[in-house]
């Protein structure tokens, strides 16, 4: 089984900056890829970003295209997004998952999920 943990969020002002980690343990040479979603009060989750694990490839929503940055360290097993320039509707919990099957932006695809971290950013 693979288990995934979030850690970095909090509560800034607009125009901040913040990091979010993911460390992934367990049953990791089943993932392939690596997601983050979002989830604001009362709205569905939405994609946030993805890297494949093996190239770095990326892919970015357009709603965090550049101003979201998601890396990966292999050796430690933990996937990163830096968000910059952050914005009143960037508030969410923010949730890592993993894919076994590749790089992609749908829910589905992801079989492994985290709890989930808070991000709240104020005006």
């Known amino acids: 089984q693979l288990q995934l943990v979030e850690s970095g969020g909090g509560a800034v002002q607009a125009g901040d900056s913040l990091r979010l980690s993911c460390s992934a343990s367990?049953?990791?040479?089943?993932?392939?890829?690596m997601g983050w979603f979002r989830q604001a009060p009362g709205k569905e989750r939405e994609f946030v970003a993805a890297i494949r694990w093996s190239s770095g490839s990326t892919v970015y929503s357009d709603s965090v295209k550049g101003r979201f940055t998601i890396s990966r360290d292999n050796a430690k097993n933990t996937v990163y997004l830096q968000m910059n320039s952050l914005k009143p509707e960037d508030t969410a919990v923010y949730v890592c998952?993993?894919?076994?099957?590749?790089?992609?932006?749908?829910?589905?695809?992801?079989?492994?999920w985290g709890q989930g971290t808070q991000v709240t950013v104020s005006s």
């Open positions: 367990g049953r990791t040479i089943s993932s392939k890829a």
């Open positions: 998952a993993a894919s076994g099957s590749g790089l992609h932006t749908v829910e589905y695809a992801y079989e492994n």
